[in-house]
């Protein structure tokens, strides 16, 4: 019995992926262009645009279409507008969504400004739930949709319950989209990764909390990108079975 087959191949489909310029979404891309999925890649920052380009260009080494997308992700007319821009260049429609978009905070409750709290409940839980919600009107059917949050969702730990609460909503809004979705073959998932070895973590830590959270995973180290890209990928294509979960991989940071 053959366990994978072409049906869930993604040569020719279409992937949007947000945050997909560098880092994990970068890496991200990389992989589904050497599978052949075309892509539509979303950034924020103006100042990356040169960076962006060259990216692109490299990626349609593969044989691919790659399309890029600056915008700023803060409201559900900004995220209806990134799904209208991906039907606009790829009327074939969309195949894959993968939401990169976060932001970390790790400061005690009581220290929390309504403010930060604001941006943190902005980009952590309402894009994402606006992300699931166009998704869900666009994707064709067996599309698949990935959410990436993080494994401290199973922590017990002080000073990052603003971040913890902000992204525990999108395990929900996965789980019933799931259900929702489900007789129309859509997957829905959410990523937990460990620590990640990246710029998104050292604004936060200080050397003494880097080197705890080493000895709280295998081999002693942080999770890398290339410990989360292969997950993704998975279950993009023959992971397809998988549905409703948030897929912990972390090395053990924590387990849920």
Known sequence: MAFYSKE????GKVALVTGGTKNLGGATAKELAKHGANLFLHYHNPKEEAAAQKFAEELKSNGIKVE?????????????KLFAAVKAKFPE??????????????????????KEFES??????????????EAGKHLKDNGRLVTLVTSLLAAYTPFYGAYQGTKA????????????????????????PGPMDTPFLYGQETDESVSFFKTCAMH???????DIVPIVRF?????????????YASGGFTAH
């Open 68 to 80: 890029l997308y600056r915008a700023g992700l803060s409201t559900a007319e900004d995220v209806e």
């Open 120 to 133: 943190m409940d902005q980009n952590n839980n309402r894009v994402a739930f606006y992300f699931i919600r």
């Open 169 to 192: 909503p999108v395990e929900y809004y996965s789980k019933t989209a799931s259900k929702e979705w489900a007789d129309r073959g859509i997957s829905v998932n959410c990523v937990a």
């Open 8 to 11: 869930h191949e993604i040569k």
């Open 220 to 226: 002693g180290r942080l999770t890398k990108i290339e």
């Open 235 to 247: 279950l993009v294509t023959e992971g397809y079975w998988i549905n409703g979960q948030t897929i």
């Open 93 to 114: 429609g969309i195949d894959i969504a993968i939401n990169n978009v976060g932001q970390v905070l790790k400061k005690p409750i009581v220290q929390i400004d309504e």
